[in-house]
């Protein structure tokens, strides 16, 4: 059974930092392409990052580029976010997605909540 | 960057009825790039079509999808009260993925 596990939200403060991890299981991690997702309190779904199935090709929605860094490391079957210079327009529930064979995403992480605030 | 507008914003509707969502993208896309998702309240969203038109695994038949060029459409054919839920188009560009807005689908 195909699991993605979200973790590291929280509260934090304008300008400050956080990383967000999913961790994978019940596939084959490497060899697929990864994705995050958020989504604003009562908003729709906004793509934030996508990364290859070996890291060599990442890309940024315009929103997050400069400020977000996505990762992976397919030795321990986890995906990361790097988000610095957080602002308040970044809090959202975050999502980890899985691309399947064909373009969509077909499985997703339970999301983990991020609050900017001061 | 594509944009996807979905029509319309709400849809009020009875169970039985057939629900028809619609999905228009500022310019063309593949349809082998255009998916479907269910979103219900507290819960992350669910595929169900991809392709345009191929239902994911698991995804009852009254889910169908349709369109090509700018123009997609999503097809219940006979809501039932789990279907009540949020509704999200998407697709793949060469290095980005947009969402539509979304259509809420509500009981009448």
């Known amino acids: 059974e195909v699991q993605l596990l979200e973790s590291g939200g929280g509260l934090v403060q304008p300008g400050g930092s956080l990383r967000l991890s999913c961790a994978a299981s019940?596939?084959?991690?490497?060899?697929?392409?990864m994705n995050w997702v958020r989504q604003a309190p009562g908003k729709g779904l906004e793509w934030v990052s996508v990364?290859?199935?070996?890291?060599?090709?990442?890309y940024y929605a315009d929103s997050v580029k400069g400020r977000f860094t996505i990762s992976r490391d397919n030795s321990k079957n986890t995906l990361y976010l790097q988000m610095d210079s957080l602002r308040t327009e970044d809090t959202a529930v975050y999502y980890c997605?899985?691309?399947?064979?064909?373009?969509?995403?077909?499985?997703w992480g339970q999301g983990t909540l991020v609050t900017v605030s001061s | 960057e594509i944009v996807l507008t979905q029509s319309p914003g709400t849809l009020s509707l009875s169970p039985g009825e057939r629900a028809t969502l619609s999905c228009r993208a500022s310019?063309?896309?593949?349809?082998?790039?255009l998916a479907w998702y269910q979103q219900k309240p507290g819960q992350a969203p669910r595929l169900l079509i991809y392709?345009?038109?191929s239902r994911a695994t698991g995804v009852p038949d009254r889910f169908s999808g349709s369109g090509s060029g700018t123009d997609f459409t999503l097809t219940i054919s006979r809501l039932e009260s789990e279907d009540f839920a949020v509704y999200y188009c998407?697709?793949?560009?060469?290095?980005?993925?947009?969402f539509g807005q979304g259509t809420k689908l509500e009981i009448k």
């Open positions: 997605a899985k691309r399947g064979k064909e373009p969509c995403f077909d499985y």
């Open positions: 019940g596939f084959s991690f490497s060899s697929y392409v």
């Open positions: 990364i290859s199935s070996t890291s060599g090709n990442t």
């Open positions: 310019q063309s896309v593949s349809s082998s790039s």
């Open positions: 392709g345009a038109s």
């Open positions: 998407q697709q793949f560009g060469s290095s980005a993925v947009t």
